[in-house]
């Protein structure tokens, strides 16, 4: 079989991206001048499929096709110290020595399908981005079906409707992430942020160990030499 020279170039591009991810995140905490990191608290998957998403545009967004382990899980948030914005959003797994780092993809996705520097990821417009469980996505839809029906012309979208709270803290500052319930009789949550300098294109890669399971998952909004 030939392979041409777009899919090589792009195998090196994915590479060079994921030996980045993984200089900066194998290790148990992250060691770069550039980066402060903060503990955002505690993710709930119920079902262990997990999805990454603009939630305002692509609520609809597949989840990726390796199955997370089940619970909660810590969340780190990565900043650009310069920048003030959210570079990396980390979600932990568990203790594991890093082994291996693979670019994550959806079902319908193929790295042979990419060419020259494409990627596979998720498109931001609102400048917002998340991770939530596929139950917890549901719940998400529901909600905005619900809120519209009962709204009508009153609704406003579900932005305003339900996301915009949550990012306003007690004195009325602006937050870069918060976790919210879009159904307080479940356990999911999800988790919001602001992505890196606001609309784009952006992947997520999955650290492995040894035995192929997954330890965590990394999200890149802005790439900052290891």
Same mark, same amino acid.
């Given at each position: ?16 991206? =994921? ?17 402060? $990191? +903060? %503990? ?5 998957? #119920?079902?262990?499929?997990? !999805? ?14 390796? /199955?997370? #382990?089940?619970?909660?899980?810590? !969340? ?5 110290? %310069?920048? /003030? ?9 568990? %203790? ?8 994550? $993809?959806?079902?319908?996705?193929? @790295? ?23 139950? $917890? ?10 809120? +519209?029906?009962?709204?009508? *012309?009153? +609704?406003?979208?579900? &932005? ?8 306003? %803290? ?6 870069? &992430?918060? +976790?919210?319930? #879009? ?11 602001? @992505? ?5 294109? &952006? *992947?997520? &890669? ?7 399971? #997954?330890?965590?998952? =990394? ?8």
């Amino acid at each position: 079989m030939r392979i041409g020279f777009s899919f090589i170039f792009t195998i090196f591009v994915i590479m060079k991206h =994921v030996e980045n991810i993984a200089q900066l995140f194998s290790k148990k905490f992250v060691e770069n001048p550039s980066i402060e $990191t +903060f %503990d955002a608290g505690l993710i709930n998957l #119920p079902t262990g499929r997990l !999805v990454a998403c603009d939630p305002l545009i692509t609520n609809d967004m597949k989840e990726f096709r390796i /199955n997370f #382990p089940q619970g909660e899980f810590p !969340v780190l948030v990565h900043r650009e110290k %310069d920048s /003030n914005c959210v570079a990396y959003v980390e979600i932990i797994f568990s %203790d594991s020595e890093v082994s291996d780092w693979k670019l994550a $993809t959806t079902h319908d996705q193929n @790295t042979e399908d990419l060419q020259d520097e494409e990627i596979f990821g998720y498109p931001v417009e609102s400048g917002m981005g998340c991770f939530m469980d596929v139950e $917890t996505q549901e719940c998400l839809n529901h909600l905005e079906k619900k809120l +519209f029906h009962s709204k009508g *012309a009153e +609704f406003m979208g579900i &932005y305003e409707e339900f996301f915009h709270e949550y990012f306003f %803290d007690e004195n009325g500052a602006i937050d870069q &992430y918060a +976790f919210l319930k #879009p159904d307080a009789e479940k356990e999911g949550n999800i988790f919001a942020f602001e @992505t890196g300098y606001g609309e784009g294109f &952006y *992947a997520s &890669y999955i650290g492995f160990a040894k035995d192929n399971q #997954p330890v965590k998952i =990394v999200t890149e909004f802005i790439e900052i030499g290891s």
